[in-house]
Structure formats: C-alpha cells, structure tokens
C-alpha cells in the first residue's frame, strides 16, 4: 500500500511556494477552528492543483488494477484537500474504487460521506443509484465479500439499514418506494410482522401512486392472513385489507383470488349469525334475533332465510325489526351488535382466518440496476 509520509513533504511544499504565508492559513485542515475557514483565493487554486495532481495519480492506479495505492490517493485528496474543487470527485471515486476492490460495505458507506458532503454535485444521483445497487445485491445474497465471511443473507438487519438510507438519501428519487418495499420484504422474512407492515404502509402513504403500493398492499394481506386467530377484528381487518385492493387495483388478475376469499369470509360471517339468531329466537329472545337476522349480509346463501325470519317476527312485533339503515360497506362501518345497547345475550363465536396464501416476492421485486 501507498503508505509515504505526508505531512513532512506537504509542510516542505507549503513553505516553498507560500513563502510567507502562515502554516495555519496554508492549511486550514490543521485544528477545529481553522477547518471553518475558507483559504484566500491563492491558496485555494494551490489546493486544487495538488489535489487534482493527485486525483490523476488515484486514476491512473485504478486503471492498473493498482487499487490499494488509489485509494491512499483518493484518502490523502479528501482529507488533506477537503475544500478542493476536486475533493467531491475524489470520495465519489473513493466508493468506486472499494465496489472494485470487493469491500462493498465500505463502498456504500464512502458513498454516504459523499451524499451528506456533497449535495450539490452533479455525481448525486450517481451514488444514490451505486448504493441501491450494493443495497439490492446484498440483499440477493450476490456479495459474498459484503460481510466478510458471513452470508450477506443473514445480515438483514444491516441491509434493511441501508435500504432505509438509501429512502432517506433521495425520498423523491424512483429508488425510495423500492427500498421501502425491500425494508417490508427483509423485516417479514425476519419474522418482525408490525416492523413489515410498517414499511409496507408507509410506501402505500408516502407514493400511492407508485406501482409498488400494489405489491405492498398484497404483502400487508400475506401478513395478516398468516397470523392464526379467532379475533373476529383481526379477520375483519384483514377482510377490509381485501376490499381496499380490489377497489383500488380490481383490474389486476389476482383480484378475482381475493375476491373468492371476500365471498368465503361474508359466507362464514353470515352462516354464523344466522346461526346465532336462530338461538336467541328459540330462547324468546327475539329482539336479540332480529339484531343478528339484520346483520346477514346480502347476497350470502342465509340471506334469504334470514329475511324470512325477521318477516315473522315483524308479524308478532313490528318493533323488534328496526328500519334498515342506509347501504353500508361490509367490513368499513360494519357494526359490532355486542356494543349495541338492546343487546342481550353472549358474544358472537369467533370467524375463522382461512387459509394462508402462498404470496411472496417474486425474483422480479428486486432487479439490480446494471452497473457501470
């Protein structure tokens, strides 16, 4: 490695051709204070010419395959030169030069000194594109060398940190609903469901219009439909997950799966109290058993016998049957008769979830960005 002594040549340097200048004006590196100040214009053309003298050396070694001694190069440019013209180039480069040097990690992060550095210049978009790509190969387990000798793949939570930078970095850039939606994919394959559902419902929030949001709300109902309970809230929710894709997305093909699971959930829920509301009348607890009887939904098989029902009821007591109240979506204002005060009697049995879908990201989800 580039390894010579810099300070004792650079001092004989600044000697020879300031003549007079004072050491801390010649290098405003030196000391806290001084790294504020901006060098007369003198000095600061001096910088940049043994800057740039330096940055043809750092290329010319990269070209060699000299990788090593171009980065001591690029090192002494944005330490020694902080303020050159030269010295954004020289951490762009920085970056470049540790991607082809295999230390990935080190890479993205030397692209994060020059993104917070450096905002203003033209490579920006560059190395926020270089950082989504390390993020995304990592992420595919395609950089064996990002971790040592450990599996990329099993440094999720390092990746999902990138990701999250790389959002952060640039959140109107087309990168940042991607990595949101790789956080969700990595913090579900974690098993950390909130973290995922999280991330995914912050893409659908932050870029609706991003075709991601699609794949994000799909994710969000793998989740849910996953998670074995007899919550009837829980199936509600995850029914209403439904509801919200096929609105909003029902000319996609999978619409029509999940409007079968739709159907299947109303059916449960109305063959459930139907069933409740035949109790309750048995009992003479009519009142109890028009409440259920209104609450069948339409279209459902027990629909039509429901209806029945509350007919003769009405027959006895035109007051058991309360006027019907506006439509309503079916999950969205769906009322909770157990919260209802005429109410009489325990609560409903629970739905069950059905099965878990087999969904999951596809290869297609996350295509690396060709490199250059």
């Known amino acids: ?62 070209s060699e395959g000299k990788l090593d001694k171009a980065e001591d190069f690029l090192k002494d440019i ?9 010295a954004a180039t020289a951490q762009f480069e920085l970056g470049r030069v540790l991607e082809d040097a295999g230390k990935a990690e080190k890479a993205f992060d030397a692209y994060q000194v020059f993104i917070e550095k450096y905002r203003e210049s033209d490579l920006y978009g560059e190395a926020i594109r270089r950082q989504f790509e390390l993020a995304s190969l990592a992420m595919n387990g395609k950089t064996g060398s990002l971790f040592g000798l450990v599996a990329a793949k099993s440094q999720s939570s390092r990746v999902i940190e990138m990701f999250q930078k790389v959002a952060t970095n640039a959140p109107r850039s087309s990168y940042a609903p991607q990595a949101l939606f790789n956080v969700g994919v990595l913090q579900k394959e974690g098993g950390k469901d909130a973290e995922a559902i999280a991330a995914f419902q912050k893409l659908q929030n932050d870029y609706p219009t991003d075709p991601k949001t699609k794949e994000a709300a799909l994710e969000i109902i793998a989740i849910q439909e996953s998670r074995e309970t007899n919550d009837d809230s829980q199936v509600q929710k995850t029914q209403l ?38 109790y309750y009348e048995r009992k003479g607890n009519l009142k109890a058993a028009a409440i259920y009887y209104q609450d069948v939904s339409p279209g459902t098989p027990r629909y039509a016998d429901a209806q029945s029902r509350l007919a003769e009821l009405k027959a006895k007591d035109p007051n058991l049957v309360s006027a019907p109240s506006a439509p309503r979506s079916r999950v969205i204002a769906q009322e909770n008769v157990v919260d209802r005060p005429d109410y009489n009697g325990p609560p409903a049995p629970k739905l069950q979830a059905p099965d878990k879908p087999q969904m999951r990201a596809s290869a297609e989800d996350v295509i690396p960005i060709p490199g250059q």
């Open 241 to 278: 997950e439904m509801e919200k894709f096929i609105a909003d997305f029902g000319s996609d093909p999978r619409s029509t799966d999940l409007q079968g699971k739709v159907g299947k959930l109303d059916e449960q829920d109305a063959s459930k109290k139907f069933d409740i509301a035949r």
């Open 1 to 62: 490695m580039h390894s010579s002594p810099r300070f004792p040549l650079l001092l004989i340097g600044v000697f020879a051709v300031a003549g007079l200048v004072r050491l801390e004006a010649a290098l405003p590196f030196f000391g806290k204070d001084d790294k504020k100040e901006v060098p007369a214009s003198e000095e600061l053309q001096r910088q940049d010419d043994e800057a740039k003298a330096l940055l043809d050396k750092a290329l010319a070694a990269k």
């Open 78 to 86: 944005t330490e020694l030169y902080p303020l050159s013209a030269n």
